[in-house]
């Protein structure tokens, strides 16, 4: 057609709006009034040192962050940062707009792909756990689902990050339990990578620490934020803040600790090295008041982490939010309710990374049929989030003139050209009484399992095609950190 | 007033977590003669049962719980000298902390709070201790029960080095040694040693009890 529309637009994808501009500014402005009236403790001297010299009050632990310096730290932080698989491919851009899902990290217990038990989770599960995720078309990033129980006690990161990083052509999310494991782990970036300063170019990895709610920066989460930003390793920097329990019951109460005991990491990283990349958010829910549990599945995770998308964008920062995780011990209708209304806020709320997808038990067990599951309510969610294209093509009035009243659509070239982008299930139950019946009569669980087991069993990924010396020096980074908790338990053990 | 009317008002005060209100109402039935291990039974714990009865039936909620586990561990500092002065059996003493290079605070917390509630004398250590601060802590305090906590499956071993660091300093048997956290199991907890595991901070007053009154 010739003409065209003046500011015409075809497609809105929708988002939706918690918070007023008014609130979003209240809650902001309680964060930088707390960051500065009632402050943080920062375990790290070396960061209270830093913080101090720009102006920050430190009476001993406690560290009072003025306005300016939060301000600073916000105009300074990158407003994308790309992230490389191994092989050197762009593997995701960490900025406002785009939407990554993906497990979560560490949970101790694991559902036995086999058996369908719960056990404790071991190293080969780290390989699977990537391979799958990789073969899993809504699934965006890489974690690991559990924390190893099967290598020297203190190496489950660094063993995960190794096994994980070489099984995955996707963004591969990493945390460690101290500063020398986080290096080791930046080390074999840079193995892959092939040196320090390809790392920096291309940053195969990023790093995931957590600050201690409420308002603690300790040792070690501060030491790894320090480390991450000197040397340009793409960093979250999270509290699990705990509703009730270590921030307000209140939810605008929440945000305000929430958003603030994460700042600090930024404010920090962006004083060490300005422009490298943090991500803040976080697990946002509410201590279960019968149970005293942290709940997963709680309706308020979904408002909180998408309430607090919508202030760390205020803030100019990407976020890290959560979804796809279930209060459930086993897979039935509410390990599904729970994760398609936390997985369809989060698609809505516009958050960069979203994980967890794959938790059960509240965070207690990893479950990869739980990831499954999610990938296709992730598909799913995504297809509400395009939105209704609107132009003259899709409006299709030629279309409808030509079928007219009483006729069909089924011949047209338009339904063949527009059928294709409906969502179609891998896993959703379409089936007629008769066929449904003839397959044994199938519940959603069986079906997850047997796709589960199908990718399990026949996908490959790329660990094959890592070079034998990249590998043979992986190894020797996993043999010296073994030599060095070795020398570091020793003088304990003689005492 | 009658005593037994005072103890009821002193279940209800607790029951509703008034702390002050339940303060003047043992000192008024202190006043009155009543004797300490009355007040104890009919009126406090009788009203912690009650509470925690309240809780399981989710006709409480635990912010109210919490209150009352305050108000509870308020009224023991009173009542308690009074018991050990007439050689009346008290609960006895809880000592727990978070096991070293752990920081998980707020379950520990909890479970310390449900352990006043149940009328025991609580000191909590803190978190990321190492195993000699729980050795000194028995030594100091001369607990009946030790709890350990561990919300990672690396600082878990820790618990069984406190054990054995018990051990060595010839006190094992002088605790008993409850564990809990997230990952820990009751399987553990028999390979570690410890006496007993509890999954949650009510399970941890039930099985306390059972214990002591085993014992
Ligand atoms: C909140 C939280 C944190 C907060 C803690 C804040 C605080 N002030 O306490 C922060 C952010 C600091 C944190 C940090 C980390 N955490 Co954390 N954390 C959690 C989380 C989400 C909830 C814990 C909680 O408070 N629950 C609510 C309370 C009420 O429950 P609870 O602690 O389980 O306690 C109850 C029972 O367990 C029991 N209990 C507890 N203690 C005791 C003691 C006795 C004697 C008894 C009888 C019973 C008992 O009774 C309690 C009350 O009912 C759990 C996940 C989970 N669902 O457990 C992960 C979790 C425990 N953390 C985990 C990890 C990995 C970490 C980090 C290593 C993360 C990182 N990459 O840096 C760091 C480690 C820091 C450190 N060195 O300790 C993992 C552990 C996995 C593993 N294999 O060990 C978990 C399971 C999350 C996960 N799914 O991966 N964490």
Redesign the interface.
């Known amino acids: 057609m010739a003409t065209t529309r003046a500011n015409q637009i075809d497609n809105i994808t929708p988002r939706f709006a918690l918070l007023s501009d008014d609130q979003k500014q209240r809650i902001y402005l309680g964060m930088i009034k707390t960051l500065n009236d009632t402050g943080a403790h920062v375990h790290h001297d070396e960061a209270r040192d830093i913080l101090e010299q720009h102006g920050a009050r430190v009476v001993g632990e406690r560290v009072f962050i003025p306005p300016q310096l939060v301000r600073r730290a916000l105009s300074t932080v990158p407003p994308t940062t790309t992230l490389f698989n191994w092989e050197g491919e762009e593997s995701c851009r960490i900025e406002i707009g785009r939407t990554y899902f993906g497990p979560g990290p560490t949970p101790p217990f694991f559902i036995d792909p086999d058996t369908l038990e719960r056990r404790k989770y071991l190293r080969k599960d780290a390989a699977m756990v990537a391979r799958v995720c990789d073969a899993l078309p809504n699934i965006g990033y890489v974690d690991s689902l559990g924390s190893i129980s099967d290598v020297t006690n203190g190496l489950a990161d660094l063993y995960e990050h190794a096994d994980q990083i070489q099984n995955t052509t996707k963004p591969l999310m990493s945390w460690a339990f101290n500063v020398e494991n986080c290096r080791d782990e930046h080390r074999i970036g840079i193995v892959l990578a092939g040196g320090e300063a390809e790392f920096r170019q291309r940053p195969n990895f990023i790093h995931y620490g957590e600050p201690i709610s409420p308002l603690v920066s300790d040792y070690h989460a501060m030491s790894k934020c320090v480390y991450c930003a000197t040397h340009r390793i793409p960093q979250v920097y999270t509290p699990c803040s705990i509703g009730g329990a270590t921030v307000p019951a209140s939810h605008a109460g929440q945000l305000v600790v929430g958003l603030s005991e994460a700042m600090v990491g930024v404010v920090v990283a962006q004083l060490i090295n300005p422009g490298t990349c943090v991500v803040i958010g976080g697990v946002q829910s509410i201590l279960d008041m019968r149970q005293s549990i942290y709940s997963y599945g709680a309706p308020e995770l979904s408002l909180l982490s998408a309430a607090l998308t919508e202030m760390v964008h205020f803030c100019g920062l990407p976020m890290f939010s959560t979804s796809g995780c279930t209060d459930t011990k086993t897979m039935e209708a509410q390990s599904g309710m729970e994760a398609a209304l936390s997985i369809h806020a989060a698609m809505l709320s516009g958050a960069t990374f979203v994980h967890d997808n794959g938790y059960t038990e509240s965070g207690k067990t990893g479950s990869i049929f739980q990831t499954v599951l999610d990938d296709e309510i992730i598909g799913m969610a995504r297809a509400i989030q395009q939105g209704i294209v609107v132009n003259d093509e899709s409006l299709a009035l030629e279309q409808i003139k030509r079928v007219g009243p009483g006729g069909h659509y089924l011949y047209e070239d338009h339904t063949l050209e527009w059928a294709r982008r409906h969502w179609r299930p891998t896993l959703m139950d379409r089936d007629s009484y008769e066929d449904w019946d003839r397959k044994g009569r199938p519940a959603m669980r069986d079906r997850v399992v047997k796709k589960t087991r199908d990718i399990i069993e026949n996908y490959e990924g790329p660990a094959a095609r890592v070079p034998a010396d990249a590998r043979k020096q992986i190894d020797a980074i996993l043999a010296e950190a073994e030599e060095r908790v070795r020398s570091q338990s020793r003088p304990k053990q003689l005492q | 007033m009658s005593t037994s009317s005072t103890c009821s008002q002193i279940s209800e005060a607790l029951i509703a977590g008034r702390q002050e209100e339940l303060l003047k109402h043992i000192h008024s039935a202190l006043e009155q003669g009543t004797e300490a291990e009355q007040i104890m039974n009919e009126g406090l714990v009788a009203a912690m049962d009650a509470v925690g009865q309240r ?1 399981k039936a ?1 006709d409480m ?3 109210e719980v919490i209150r009352s586990a305050k108000a509870m561990s308020g009224a023991m500092e009173i009542i308690r000298p009074k018991l050990i002065e007439s050689n009346v059996k008290t609960m006895g003493t809880f000592v727990i902390g978070t096991v070293l290079r752990d ?1 998980h ?3 520990k917390n ?1 479970v310390a709070m449900m352990m006043e509630g149940a009328g025991f004398k609580v000191v909590n250590l803190g978190i990321d201790l190492e195993p000699q601060v729980f050795v000194d802590a028995v030594k100091e305090h001369k607990p009946d029960i030790l709890g350990m906590s561990a919300l ?3 600082t878990m ?1 820790q618990m069984g080095e406190v054990i054995n660091a018990l051990k060595e300093a010839g006190i094992r048997d002088q605790v008993k040694i409850i564990v809990g956290g ?2 820990v199991t009751e399987e553990f907890a028999q390979e570690i040693g410890a006496d007993v595991y509890a999954a ?3 399970a941890t007053v039930d099985k306390v009890k059972a214990m002591m009154s085993a014992a």
């Open positions: 809780w989710g909620f635990l912010p920081l605070d707020i379950g909890l990672l499956t690396t071993p997230a990952p949650n901070a009510a």
